[in-house]
């Protein structure tokens, strides 16, 4: 079997990693690829934002099931594509990939399938959403309605702070094209959860819960990025919680999906806040996230190749079950300097020998140049542990990512601190 994994990051590494223990006897692709993938992969010279190259090209190679991991290519029609070939391709079309693509729409969808959310408005210029910001108070989330990189939502804890946000991103194009319509929406209290789940258009099969940080500093403090870790499982993320996000939340938004004529088939991410009245829904996307998933496949026992095969087929997952292992794991990662903002690239990284073998480390923004392995990006790397209980993956995390060196390095070192000081 030939696998193209689409995306050089370090989900990409990890769905690599999982799909090869899966089928040890395939053959992997990769584009582009990153400083770690090439133990598993062999890197292509394709570009992610090319589908119709990406198509050709998976077509001579005899390509059996292509992987697409960012949201970018899905937004670009790369399963569409892939569709005109008759490759199967796990990964939603251009149509269905708009749940993420703009939260503006994903917000309306939501409002007619009875799935519960923020309450919001949607605006294009910045005069009406600043008469609805100051006519509405604050906290408030200032969110870009496009895709903008995990950093394009602002909470806001004064109507000063909200004004200065709606004029970044409208006024300023701080997001470019993204910002260009902007989604204002109530401040939800709570604790969020983030639920993948695989879907095939009509049934849906969560997988297990996992809490990411999003801020820079230590005690989710500071700027928004993209991630600087996570963890799982969560303790908050009961089987009772998990069906009820299923039924009233992830089967309804499919219906709905459906019944606008755009079926969602792929990965479905629904970022949850679990407030005082029960789950509600922060956002959707349409693909794995990153870094959580980077520790949600190190802890599946079952099989992801068999259903991932099954949904680019347009087989029924109804009866699918997955088995995941007891234990728990936790990953940190390590950012280059500026992140998120401008990032020095470059960076020569020493990953010492004596690192636990149990830890995984999964490469993102890292390249091999002159035979050194450098930084490459905002987010470099991501270091997991696996361990009977979470405290042991977290120290084993943060020990392997402190033993990691390249200048400018930054990571949080308190990763999972709302499970470990429940427990």
Not at 284 to 303: H, I
Request: with cysteine.
């Amino acid at each position: 079997m030939n696998i193209l994994v689409v995306g050089n990051g370090g989900r990409e590494h990890a769905l690599l990693w999982k799909l090869h223990a899966d089928a040890p006897a395939a053959q992997f692709f990769v584009t582009q690829g990153n400083g770690g993938t090439g133990a598993i992969a062999q890197a292509v010279a394709l570009d992610s934002g090319d589908p119709a190259a990406i198509a050709r090209w998976a077509r001579a190679n005899d390509i059996d099931l292509v992987v697409i991991g960012p949201e970018g290519p899905l937004a670009n029609g790369l399963a569409d594509a892939l569709a005109l070939q008759n490759i199967p391709a796990f990964g939603p079309t251009r149509a269905a990939a708009e749940i993420e693509a703009s939260k503006a729409f994903a917000k309306s969808l939501m409002t007619r399938a009875g799935v519960r959310t923020a309450a919001f408005e949607t605006f294009n210029q910045y005069d009406l959403a600043a008469s609805f910001i100051r006519s509405h108070g604050a906290p408030v989330v200032v969110k870009a309605s496009g895709l903008a990189a995990g950093k394009g939502a602002v909470v806001c804890d004064s109507v000063e702070d909200a004004l200065d946000a709606a004029r970044m991103m409208l006024d300023a194009s701080t997001f470019g094209d993204a910002g260009s319509e902007i989604v204002v929406e109530s401040f939800m209290a709570g604790e969020e959860l983030s639920l993948f789940a695989l879907c095939d258009g009509v049934n849906a099969v969560p997988m297990i819960g996992v809490q990411d940080h999003k801020r820079i500093g230590v005690g989710d403090t500071g700027p928004n990025t993209g991630g600087m870790g996570a963890y799982a499982p969560v303790s908050t993320s009961t089987p009772q919680l998990i069906e009820q996000v299923r039924r009233e939340i992830l089967e309804p938004t499919l219906t709905a999906m459906r019944t606008e004529g755009r079926p969602f088939s792929g990965l479905l991410y629904a970022g949850l806040m679990l407030t005082a009245d029960g789950p509600k829904v922060v956002e959707f996307n349409a693909r794995f996230g990153d870094p959580e998933t980077q520790v949600v496949l190190p802890l599946m026992k079952s099989s992801l190749l068999d259903p991932m095969l099954a949904i680019a087929r347009g087989e029924s997952l109804e009866n699918t079950q997955m088995e995941w292992r007891s234990a728990a794991a936790l990953t940190t990662v390590l950012a280059a300097e500026g992140y998120p903002g401008d990032v020095r690239k470059g960076d020569e990284i020493h990953i010492p020998d004596s690192i636990d073998r149990d830890v995984m480390i999964f490469h993102a923004g890292t390249t091999v140049t002159g035979g050194r392995l450098v930084t490459n990006g905002g987010r470099v790397l991501a270091v997991t542990a696996v361990a009977p209980t979470l405290a042991e993956a977290a120290a084993r995390s943060r020990a392997a990512a402190a033993a990691i060196e390249f200048e400018g390095r930054q990571y949080r070192d308190d990763i999972g601190w709302r499970e470990l000081s429940r427990a």
